[in-house]
């Protein structure tokens, strides 16, 4: 683990030669019709630990990319943020429902991985000056991903809502551990599994396994690292010692094994489906449409996302 | 409705969608994609000024038994958009181009066939940039054109970053693969052509420098079997990364050499054993 910048690192809009011509309508003018997170509920899950579910949606004008699980952990010496939100707004949101519960500093924010449902809160909190903790790869992961992220963002949220890219000033490229006085937070980098930055963490408290993005629940997993890589780190969370998980998508809190059950028997499924295909000839096209299909009814969302899991899935297996 | 243009983030994330990701993932869908409210008017213009430039005050005339094009109408990854094209008419096609009209540089793939070419159909992916008319465009053995028409909404495809390092992206490259489909003797056989590359599009940036890539891409790739040519293509920016193309060739039992180049000066030559005529 190092510390590689005492201050965040953001990211600004710079032009981007062509882009210019591509630009969309003016969506920041529009009139939001108020955010659907204000009736968000905030459930405590464990002894100081409290979480957010996000809803089941991908991101809208209306919903402030509020889709993932966000939340965070009261300890003796502050406040761990587990996820920071899924834009500047969200990660507003989350910071007032802190400060409400505690005057503690907030001194931990989680940057999971890469994604802008992750990440795009992490804005909020740069006044309370915490350590951003992430993946050893998640700054060259931002780096390359961050601004694109961040302008399809502005598209739908404006700029105001959507916030800056905040880059980790702790990075774990093996394994690291947290101290916030009463409890310790111990955190896993992973190889590439959902993506290629996915940081998990147990709290010594409370037992609790927080997985993020490597465990979905319900809500169709979305694959963007390696499809063998994940299923492999589904094994290593079995041996975390955790029973209970707070998972990146779906209720705020499951039991670890039937979870990780069905997440692999998914990807096990699509894995196989893939390879199949591609030993028949079938071409990609054909494939994004049968593969997997009979898990359709088990996850929602599907129709959104398993044909372009499929299509990730084929291009990592089809040079096995 | 299917189709919210500007209120849903597919590609984002869980919401954004990237050359390598989905939402949850990557933000998957997009806010009023670029190009999305153009009028057909608009559309037909910029068709003409395109084909201008390519092929010059030459006719094209219109074709639906010629050349047809096969593509999702909305992209999954638009990083990788695959593309049928299917050309049923047996010695009559000399060559075909495919324009993605709204891509930076339109001008995607051109494809000469050579003596042991079966042009019936050939497939390759494609990245693409923005609601676009893609068009195929034929050339027939009496040097006559014509066009055929397919609508794709997709966006972003061109700028997605690739999700690994550029050095990464580049390991292996120039290894090739070709694999044949099972054929009865006699017919023309049906082969998959992969080729590592990254196919940089100059719009990617890099993750480490955070400057754009330079586009490196196959300008150059040509498969044969024995001496005799299957095709020739001149490709662009708008070939997905890592290319594959599904062709059918007419078997002689000698080698199908394959030799590629980029723009780079990067050359790569492979030969394969063509499938036994036996099986
Ligand atoms: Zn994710």
Redesign the interface.
């Known amino acids: 683990m190092t510390a590689d910048a005492v201050h965040p690192r953001t990211f600004g809009a710079g032009p981007s030669r062509r882009h210019a011509l591509f630009a969309g309508l003016c969506l920041c003018c529009l009139p939001t019709l108020g955010r659907a997170a204000e009736s968000f509920a905030i459930e405590e899950v464990g002894p100081g630990i409290f979480v957010r579910k996000g809803l089941i949606a991908d991101a809208t004008v209306d919903n402030d990319d509020a889709i993932a699980n966000v939340g965070f952990i009261v300890g003796k010496t502050g406040v761990l943020v587990t996820e920071s939100g899924g834009s500047l707004a969200d990660g507003r949101w989350l910071r007032a429902e802190i400060v409400k519960r505690t005057d503690k500093p907030i001194t931990h924010v989680v940057l999971t991985h890469v994604h802008p449902d992750h990440v795009f809160g992490a804005g909020a909190f740069v006044q309370d000056k915490p350590v951003f903790i992430g993946h050893a790869k998640l700054t060259e992961a931002l780096s390359a991903r961050g601004e694109f992220y961040r302008k399809r963002l502005i598209d739908l949220l404006g700029e105001d809502r959507t916030g800056p890219v905040v880059y980790p000033t702790m990075s774990v490229a093996d394994t690291a551990e947290i101290d916030l006085g009463d409890r310790r937070l111990t955190f896993t980098a992973h190889g590439p599994a959902h993506t290629t930055s996915d940081l998990s963490m147990i709290d010594s408290g409370s037992g609790l396994l927080f997985p993020a993005d490597l465990l979905f629940v319900n809500r169709i997993p979305s694959l963007d690292g390696s499809l063998r890589g994940w299923l492999t780190e589904i094994e290593r969370l079995k041996t975390l010692g955790a029973t209970r998980a707070v998972p990146g998508h779906g209720p705020v809190a499951v039991d670890l094994a039937p979870a990780l059950a069905d997440l692999s028997g998914y990807l096990t499924v699509l894995r196989d489906g893939t390879r199949a295909a591609i030993a028949k000839d079938v071409p990609i096209e054909k494939a994004v449409t049968s593969v997997a299909a009979e898990q359709r009814d088990a996850w929602a969302l599907f129709d959104t996302y398993n044909g372009r899991n499929v299509t990730v899935a084929y291009q990592e297996l089809e040079w096995e | 409705m299917t189709h919210r243009i ?13 050359a ?18 153009d009028t057909e008017h608009e559309r037909a213009a910029r068709w003409q000024e395109i084909a201008k430039s390519i092929f010059g005050d030459r006719q094209i005339a219109q074709t639906d038994s010629l050349v047809k094009i ?1 593509a ?1 109408v909305r992209a ?2 638009a990083a ?1 958009v ?1 593309i ?1 094209l299917t050309m049923p008419k047996d010695g009559q096609i000399k060559a075909v181009s495919l324009i993605i009209d709204d891509n ?1 540089a339109p001008y995607a793939a051109k494809f000469e066939f050579g003596p042991a070419a079966d042009p019936a159909e050939l ?1 390759l ?1 494609v990245r693409v ?2 609601y676009t008319d893609m068009h195929a465009v034929v050339e027939t053995q009496d040097g006559k054109l014509y066009e055929a028409k397919q609508f794709v909404k997709a966006s ?1 495809g061109c ?7 550029d050095e990464e992206a580049m390991k292996g490259m120039g290894d090739m ?1 070709l ?1 044949f ?1 099972e054929t009865a003797p006699g017919k023309p056989v ?1 082969a ?1 052509l ?1 080729v ?1 590359h990254p196919n940089f599009s100059g ?6 420098t ?1 400057e ?1 890539t330079p586009a490196r891409y196959i300008d150059k790739l040509t498969v044969s079997a024995g001496d005799r040519t299957v095709f020739t293509m001149t490709g662009d920016i708008s070939i997905a990364s ?1 290319p ?1 193309i ?1 062709f059918a060739f007419k078997p002689d039992g000698k080698p199908i050499q394959v030799a590629a180049s980029d723009n780079q000066g990067g050359r790569w030559q492979h030969s394969f054993n063509p499938p036994s005529p036996t099986n």
């Open positions: 500007g209120k849903t983030l597919s590609t984002l994330g869980l919401g954004v969608v990237l390598t990701g989905a939402v949850s993932g990557p933000l998957v869908g997009m806010a009023q994609a670029a190009g999305a409210s096969d999702p999954l990854d990788l695959p049928t930076p497939k992916r940039n923005n972003g700028s997605a970053p690739m999700g690994m390092s693969r694999k489909a049906e998959t992969m590592r719009m990617q940036m890099n993750q480490v955070r754009y890592n594959v599904n």
